[in-house]
């Protein structure tokens, strides 16, 4: 950068056009970011900025193995049943006192996702409180919103805690290849060497949670109902669904006879259709353009005066108890459940007639909560959003088996028939086993967390089809697929160029200063278009303004792995998508209690590095 500077090359345009092009598809989503990312690494082929030797060096990465195997694990603890202990723990230990039991979840929900994914930690602790707050009567929105926060910033206590973090690494081999003559090869971190940072923001998101943060919720969720300990009454409070299951049959004069389930349900004051029996066969979850006879009997729900409305209305004999479908409305196989839509979901942007929920899954949708609207009318022709808050009907194995596609994230606590109590300890011993060898080396990181996530299969944890079913595989082709564009703008100069600009454009400015703008502007491509995203535009950046102003490029680089986990306000952050439903949370909510958090983040991430370096 000495004399007249870099010269910008067709090279540098070309992927400062890709750049670009891949911050507008992310903040416009007119195209799923899971497939902007691919597009984006087969543009860099077809354009030669990258060799075909690197092109897809990012699927074998340590990072992207990394994910693989955090996300096994996880699953692996879940169906040991790990975190329902961790609800009786977490009561038993607050004595029933709210801020202890804050103080209890919040950080040992913390101190879990710095081992595994946050989505998984978060998928993970939502029935946890969910089950907390049905048994202590204290509202789920004073839960989940700093569960959700200190789950991201418990990311940072280790280097597989985030996808920030775990690209990280790989984004420092890629830079090392690039440096100038003289300057010295950045070391890749160990498993904890961003431990002190991750612990200062940890403790301190604790006590902001603690002490501050319930000050500033609003009043319509500090005084919230909490989570009825009957499933029953919650969704009557909640969504309006009262009443209950009855059985009535179609008579010959009916005018149901010839209809399809849909058309029954269009009709005014009809009860909801949960389940159907025609001639021997009887099912939960009647499809859509399921034909109504002569005979047919109908599982209802609703109140007693509305089904017996409708039957007289409509010709239909209502039986005194349920004869056919009793063991399909048995509490202990099947029910009413929520469950949340992440960002990536296949249902986000498609109505419920479009995915034909009842006859793939099973499942019968009977609301959407979204914001502090509730939605059950019309509720098939709704299309569905990243963060919504589904209401299903079910059996609960369809309900656990579904949840497997990552589609949704149950909320309500279900029985889980396939849950595997007595594999407990062979779980716990095989992630505490994997993560301890991890410490020794972070070259040998992916090996020890796959050698944990293997031998969960081979004891039986997981079998091998779970083990596959809980990899997410968009956010790894994400990931996988946008290493390359860090290579990219190492390779061609385009970062030392955009730091030259800059650095000419803010002129001699403290190193703080600089380390200020990194962290802000880090953050800011956080919310707008992934953490990821952000971690593999901003490091090069980053590395490249260290040596410009003599600062510390290892320093530098991890103040971009801290600072992309800084988002506590947009559906970017699946940890925050994913508690906005059942939470009942607004946009300025989040932005009410997230803003002093995000300052505090800047603040301590700022500070510890710059004591640590």
């Given at each position: ?24 598809m992310f903040v416009g989503e007119w195209i799923r970011a899971d497939i902007v990312a691919p597009l984006v690494l087969v543009l860099l082929g ?84 969910s089950r907390i707050s049905a048994r202590t009567g204290l509202p789920i929105a004073k839960l989940l919103l ?468």
């Amino acid at each position: 950068m000495d004399g007249g500077g870099l010269l910008f090359t067709t090279d540098m345009l070309l992927v400062l056009s890709l750049l670009l092009f891949t911050v507008v598809m992310f903040v416009g989503e007119w195209i799923r970011a899971d497939i902007v990312a691919p597009l984006v690494l087969v543009l860099l082929g077809l354009l030669g900025l990258v060799p075909n030797d690197e092109l897809f060096a990012g699927f074998s990465s340590n990072a992207v193995l990394a994910v693989i195997a955090t996300m096994i694990m996880g699953a692996g603890l879940e169906r040991a049943g790990v975190m329902a202990h961790a609800a009786q723990f977490i009561i038993r230990l607050s004595g029933g006192i709210e801020r202890r039991l804050g103080m209890l979840i919040t950080a040992i929900s913390g101190g879990v996702s710095g081992f595994i994914q946050n989505p998984v930690a978060v998928a993970l602790f939502l029935p946890v409180a969910s089950r907390i707050s049905a048994r202590t009567g204290l509202p789920i929105a004073k839960l989940l919103l700093p569960i959700a926060g200190c789950i991201t910033l418990g990311g940072t206590l280790t280097m597989v805690g985030s996808s920030p973090l775990i690209v990280l690494n790989d984004l420092i081999t890629s830079a090392n290849r690039n440096l100038p003559s003289g300057a010295a090869a950045l070391s890749p971190f160990a498993m904890f060497a961003v431990l002190p940072v991750g612990l200062a923001l940890l403790a301190s998101g604790v006590a902001y949670y603690t002490f501050l943060a319930p000050r500033l919720l609003p009043e319509r969720l500090r005084t919230a109902a909490a989570t009825p300990a009957r499933t029953e009454s919650y969704f009557e409070q909640a969504y309006g669904l009262t009443g209950e299951v009855h059985e009535v049959v179609v008579t010959a004069e009916s005018p149901l006879v010839g209809m399809s389930v849909v058309e029954a349900e269009q009709l005014h004051g009809a009860p909801l259709i949960l389940a159907i029996r025609v001639g021997s066969e009887s099912r939960l979850a009647p499809p859509a353009d399921q034909m109504i006879w002569v005979g047919t009997a109908l599982g209802v729900l609703g109140p007693r005066e509305q089904v017996q409305r409708f039957a007289e209305n409509n010709v239909l004999t209502p039986r005194p108890r349920l004869r056919e479908f009793a063991d399909f409305f048995n509490p202990a196989r099947a029910g009413i459940a929520e469950a949340v839509v992440p960002p990536g979901s296949r249902f986000i942007g498609k109505k419920q007639s479009e995915l034909r929920l009842r006859k793939r899954l099973g499942l019968s949708m009977l609301a959407i909560s979204r914001g502090d609207a509730v939605i059950t009318r019309d509720v098939r022709e709704e299309p569905i959003r990243a963060g919504d808050c589904l209401v299903f009907h079910g059996f609960w194995r369809d309900l656990a088996h579904a949840a497997e596609n990552h589609d949704f994230v149950l909320v309500t606590d279900i029985p889980k028939q396939e849950a595997r109590p007595h594999k407990l300890w062979h779980a716990l011993a095989l992630f505490v086993l994997a993560i301890g060898f991890a410490l020794y080396s972070a070259d040998r990181l992916p090996v020890m967390l796959f050698a944990g996530a293997v031998g969960m299969m081979l004891v039986g944890v997981l079998s091998v089809e779970e083990a596959y079913g809980a990899v997410n595989w968009k956010t790894v082709f994400m990931l996988a697929s946008l290493i390359p564009l860090s290579y990219a703008l190492e390779t061609t100069g385009a970062a030392a160029w955009l730091v030259q600009e800059l650095l000419r454009g803010i002129g001699a400015w403290p190193a703080l200063g600089v380390q200020l703008l990194i962290v802000l502007l880090t953050g800011f491509f956080a919310m707008v278009m992934s953490n990821v995203g952000a971690t593999v535009l901003m490091v090069p950046l980053a590395i490249n303004a260290a040596l410009a102003t003599g600062g510390h490029p290892a320093a530098y680089a991890l103040l971009v792995g801290v600072a992309a986990s800084n988002n506590y306000f947009t559906v970017t952050n699946p940890a925050i998508a994913m508690i906005l439903g059942p939470g009942g949370y607004r946009q300025s909510d989040l932005l009410r209690v997230g803003a002093p958090l995000a300052l505090l983040h800047v603040l301590v991430t700022i500070a510890v590095i710059n004591l640590l370096f």
